[in-house]
């Protein structure tokens, strides 16, 4: 059976400090892999897609990045944290395209910035 | 506009009762989905149901493609029901893994 994993499970950082978030996906080849943000108490918006290793494509500019260093593995990163960036990440993955389009998600990082 | 809209935007009910969630899509959607997110945060996906009745334990859902709306029914209401309640689409373009999500229905069921 297959399974995600998001680390940390919460973490609080400084205004202008760096970050890394990650997401790890056992038990299946070639997922596509994808980030979600959620500000408190609002809904979920898609920030990154990857649909193999090396390429991540953005959706939504929120001055973060990612990057797909390996088949089963997702990282969420920023050089410089802003206040809007708290919030909850939710890393996803879904068969390819084609095959199925339901995602399933992780247990998500609580991200506090203070 | 808001391409996803839910109804209610909160709902309370007594165990036992039956809930009805409603999501409205304004663009034609070739993927929905419905998820119920845990007052911890964690996202269980409920259903992938672009089309057509899906039913599982006490939970159906129907959506009617070509009327733009899909429904959540919940039979039956426990108190472990709680939580809130997402429904999100995916439309035809080069994203095809691009969720877009409704605000969602926050549902609380009294013992």
């Known amino acids: 059976a297959q399974t995600i994993h998001q680390w940390p499970v919460a973490e609080i950082k400084a205004v202008g400090s760096p970050l890394s978030l990650g997401c790890t996906i056992k038990?299946?080849?070639?997922?596509?892999l994808y980030w979600y943000w959620q500000a408190t108490g609002g809904t979920l918006q898609q920030l990154f897609y990857?649909?193999?290793?090396?390429?991540v494509e953005s959706v939504v500019q929120l001055n973060l990045s990612a990057s797909r260093p390996k088949d089963d593995q997702f990282i969420l990163s920023t050089e410089k944290l802003l206040l809007s960036h708290s919030g909850f990440y939710l890393c996803?993955?879904?068969?390819?395209?084609?095959?199925?389009?339901?995602?399933?998600f992780g247990p998500g990082t609580r991200l506090t910035v203070l | 506009g808001q391409q996803v809209q839910q109804s209610p935007a909160s709902l309370v009910l007594q165990e036992g009762e039956n809930a009805e969630l409603q999501c409205n899509f304004s663009s034609t959607a070739t993927r929905l989905q419905w998820f119920y997110q845990h007052p911890g945060g964690r996202l269980v996906s409920l259903f992938y149901n672009p089309s057509g009745t899906k039913h599982t334990g006490r939970l159906t859902s129907t959506t009617v493609t070509n009327e733009r709306r899909s429904s959540l029914h919940i039979s039956s209401s426990q108190t472990t029901d709680s939580g809130t309640y997402f429904c999100a689409i995916g439309i035809m373009n080069y994203n095809q893994g691009k969720l877009i999500f409704g605000q969602g229905t926050k549902l609380s069921i009294k013992p």
């Open positions: 996803a993955w879904s068969l390819p395209w084609g095959s199925s389009y339901e995602q399933y």
């Open positions: 990857s649909i193999t290793v090396g390429q």
């Open positions: 038990g299946k080849s070639s997922p596509n």
